[in-house]
């Protein structure tokens, strides 16, 4: 690799026809571009084909309105001419990834004397393929949504569409043909990829259904977005999260144990951090990996530590900790810039960072990034006690306490037993979730503050599975696990209920049209930080296993 060019904090390496651009703060961020290279996992594939053939029917029971019955087998797409099914919709039995291909050759003898114009549309869930996308009104790039339209100049011909597709369901329908020709197809098959190639342990015998149905949908989840990166969801946004990761990441470990994987993402999110060493949330890979520029989530770039400390728990691999070390200790230097004299977070402290932590509209995130911060503050020495790097993070443990202090008298309403946020102090269940899980609160009033807030009709509740991961960690830390069990069986066992195949980016069982995007159709119907019942079910079989 060889440098190039010195710009704006960056230097920039040629690699391939392409460059990448690497943070200068980290004078080992080209090394750790090469160590995740050399760990990239290779993709096993499979081809399938279509099981039937299905109609929508409109059901106001069934989720977003819509629901799939049989129709038929796939043999008519090619025995029968397809003029005489102009629009089609077929059914791969489950959720995959990968790229389509097909061919359709003449019906009878007559030659094609025009082009055939065709309209293939992928869909992960039934209203995808029944919701009028024009005028489009999505938050996001309606270039997301899997339409393609392919012009066949003549028959017979075969294609693989360009580009990787994601869901159960594929529409086809015929926009344009002469008037004296039909055609039918002759293949149509789906080229399936993904980096799982190990089992996932078998449950007990004594599991319960709905938590095998649970853990079979979350295991396809995990599977899907599993691909060279831990990717968030494979039809949008096909990219590696710090937040997904991490729970990926914790699901793999419990399930098909891919560390390399986990090692691929951590070496390449270090590689790419910015000129002050800050960790850009999110990262693409083609066409060649690259950050997305701008994009700084303060709480995602202390979870990455808790990531890395994970990962050094499940491997043991100290090589790899030992390098991204440095990057732990800056995430930390750079947080707690955004800290008051008094040790309160500062939530109009200039920079301001974006802050994950739900997609939930009107939700104060201060209490809870007060909590996740002394989280971060926790792992991250227990990390430097592994490596003995004690010395480096010598003033960690005390900075924890008095943000836990401060917490507690700023935070903290007594009376009601629990943690408020914001100028409105606010009630919601994540500012009880972090100042839970950072032992702000002790497990006695942890429990009280988890019974009360979810026993409040009014209280901000989560809007989202990747939330949600964390009430259940909250709840088992402070002894509630049948309330841990009967949350995982209410919020994904409805998911299954409604038909999920995959885990949904966002759910709110009182919303089916709920998306953070303005337009429920871009919403990722398989997205990564879902996937996590099966975490729990495998590490708390007592709990979930019988």
């Known amino acids: 690799m060889k440098k190039i060019l010195l710009t704006a904090g960056f230097t920039l390496f040629a ?42 029917v409109q059901d106001t029971k069934a989720f977003q309105g819509w629901r799939m019955e049989d129709a038929g087998q796939p043999d008519i797409l090619f025995n029968e001419p397809f003029k005489k099914h102009p629009a089609i919709t077929l059914d791969f039995g489950n959720h995959y990834t990968g790229y389509l291909t097909f061919s359709i050759k003449p019906s ?8 055939v114009r065709l309209k293939f549309t992928f869909a992960e869930v039934p209203g995808e393929l029944n919701t009028p996308l024009e005028p489009y009104k999505g938050g996001l790039a309606r270039s997301w949504v899997q339409d393609e339209i392919v012009t066949v100049m003549s028959v017979p011909h075969e294609m693989t569409i360009p580009r990787r597709l994601a ?41 319960d259904p709905l938590v095998r149905d649970i853990y079979k949908v979350g295991l396809n ?32 470990a419990h399930t098909f144990k891919n560390h390399e994987l986990t090692k691929h993402c951590l070496y ?28 700084h989530t303060l709480d995602y770039c202390l979870i990455y530590n808790v990531a890395l400390l994970e990962y050094l728990k499940e491997t043991g691999d100290r090589e790899t900790a030992n390098d991204l070390w440095p990057v732990v200790v800056r995430q930390i230097e750079l947080a707690l810039r955004q800290f008051s004299p008094e040790w309160i977070y500062d939530m109009d402290k200039k920079p301001q960072y974006w802050l994950v932590f739900d997609w939930k509209d009107g939700y104060d995130r201060q209490a809870s990034m007060q909590g996740l911060t002394i989280f971060a503050l926790q792992h991250s020495y227990e990390l430097a006690k592994m ?32 943690m408020v946020s914001g100028k409105d102090k606010q009630i919601s269940y994540l500012s009880q979730v972090w100042m839970i899980l950072s032992n702000t609160l002790d497990k006695k009033e942890g429990a009280k503050a988890m019974a009360t ?9 989560p809007g989202c599975p990747y939330a949600y991961h964390y009430v259940i960690e909250a709840l088992l830390q402070c002894g509630m696990p049948q309330e841990a069990r009967k949350l995982i069986t209410d919020y994904w066992g409805s998911m299954v209920k409604r038909g999920a195949d995959t885990f949904w980016e966002v759910y709110d069982p009182n919303n089916d049209y709920l998306s953070p995007y303005g337009f429920f159709v871009i919403n990722s119907y398989c997205h990564a930080w879902s996937c996590t019942p099966i975490y729990f079910i495998n590490k708390y079989p007592e709990i979930f296993q019988k």
Not at 108 to 115: E, F, I, M, R, T
Not at 453 to 461: I, K, N, Q
Request: glycine share 6%.
């Open 15 to 56: 690699w391939g026809s392409t460059c990448l651009a690497q943070s200068t703060y980290f004078s080992d961020s080209k090394e750790w571009l090469r160590k995740a290279e050399a760990c990239k996992p290779e993709l096993s594939y499979q081809t399938i084909s279509p099981v039937k053939v299905v109609r929508s």
């Open 108 to 115: 009878g003898l007559k030659a094609a004397d025009a082009p």
């Open 167 to 207: 869901g159960r369901y594929l529409k086809i329908e015929l926009l344009g043909i002469s008037g004296s020709f039909d055609f039918v197809f002759d293949k149509l098959t789906f080229k399936t990829q993904t980096s799982v190639t190990n089992e996932a342990p078998a449950l007990a015998s004594t599991t």
């Open 221 to 252: 989840t995990l599977k899907e977005c599993m691909q060279t990166v831990y990717e968030d969801g494979p039809k949008r946004d096909r990219r590696l999260w710090i937040g997904d990761l991490y729970l990926e990441a914790l699901a793999n």
């Open 268 to 295: 390449l999110l270090a590689a790419f951090a910015n000129d002050e060493g800050l960790l850009h949330a999110t990262l693409l890979e083609k066409p060649q990996p690259h950050p997305q520029y701008g994009t």
């Open 387 to 418: 490596l003995g790097k004690e010395k480096e993070a010598g003033e960690w443990p005390t900075i924890a306490g008095k943000m836990k202090k401060a917490a507690r008298q700023h935070f903290y309403d007594k009376k009601r037993g629990v």
């Open 453 to 461: 807030v979810m026993s409040m009709p009014d209280a901000c509740y």
